[in-house]
């Protein structure tokens, strides 16, 4: 059974980008710290096998304001598989030529699209927008937080202003990582 | 050596109280779920042991707005340990014949007061606020923080207008609790 599952990199102060964020300074003043994990290399250890999890995914469901600033990774995320972009704009002209990408408005049924491509695998869903999107809707199933050792202080909080009332969780793994990261996953009650 | 240690439970969304807190609901709605791995009892496993190593600390510092609503504790939180209490007020008289209670409004004496006479124990550091300030003074030295498996969605946040800059944290120890709860300890560098 197909998952969505929101993989996440968190300050323990709750946030997934420093401040200041610009288009040259896309992750804020201190944020590449939560990435090290992954960035350059994800090593040969924790890391790699939780890296090596979101690279198996069937389909990635991503937000306008996610895979655009990222260049719609160049067509392809990874290993051929679909990608759903929420967006209330119509695709740009540069992804006309990208059989992989479909643009929509409707997260059930991008939601519901993207598992049924995944079939037995896991979908990744990427970035916070959509991540709250998900979670208020109840189209998200689980979350795999890795929680990063250090305070940015501000920046862009993964959970802010969800209006999704309370939410019970259940823990369901804990991996240790190297660098420090802890990587937690919950299924959403 | 003794260290001060902030012991505090969180809500993965970075809560330590749900919203509408109030005389009659001093945890906020939801809150409670916070503390149901030590309240009524921490059992006999992990939690137990966490919850040992805390009643086992040498001293405690906490805010006014920790210890007075808790009604002092009875003038003992633990094992007779003395209790140092930030506060820009006098202690109240139905402190006065207290002997381990000590009003003071400078976080650097009740710091070093409360490391003091811990001895090679270590301190106890209670409440948000007074977490703040001694994070923001560089009187923290580390934070275990119970981590809850929950989203409240609003409420009062742990690590909220810090106004410290970024700081890095050394990840020391990960316990697997019961209930859910995920204990992290973390060094502050």
């Not at 290399?41 to 979101?54: L, W």
């Amino acid at each position: 059974m197909s998952s969505t599952v929101l993989y996440m990199s968190m300050s323990l102060d709750g946030f997934i980008a420093g401040p200041n964020e610009s288009p040259d300074n896309g992750l804020g003043d201190g944020g590449y710290r939560l990435h090290t994990w992954v960035l350059p290399d994800p090593g040969e250890g924790v890391n790699r096998q939780v890296h090596d999890e979101f690279m198996a995914t069937g389909a990635v469901i991503a937000g306008r304001g996610t895979f655009e600033p990222a260049g719609g990774w160049g067509g392809d995320h990874h290993g051929g598989v679909p990608i759903y972009v929420l967006s209330r704009h119509p695709a740009p002209d540069w992804t006309a030529d990208w059989p992989l990408v479909h643009y929509g408005n409707d997260p059930d049924a991008a939601f519901a699209e993207a598992k049924k491509a995944a079939g037995d695998a896991n979908v990744l869903v990427h970035g916070a927008a959509t991540a709250q999107r998900a979670l208020a809707a109840g189209l998200l199933d689980e979350l795999e937080i890795h929680l990063i050792p250090v305070l940015l202080g501000s920046g862009r909080r993964l959970f802010e202003n969800l209006g999704i009332g309370q939410r019970q969780l259940e823990r369901i793994r804990v991996l240790h990582g190297e660098d420090g990261v802890t990587h937690l996953r919950f299924r959403v009650r």
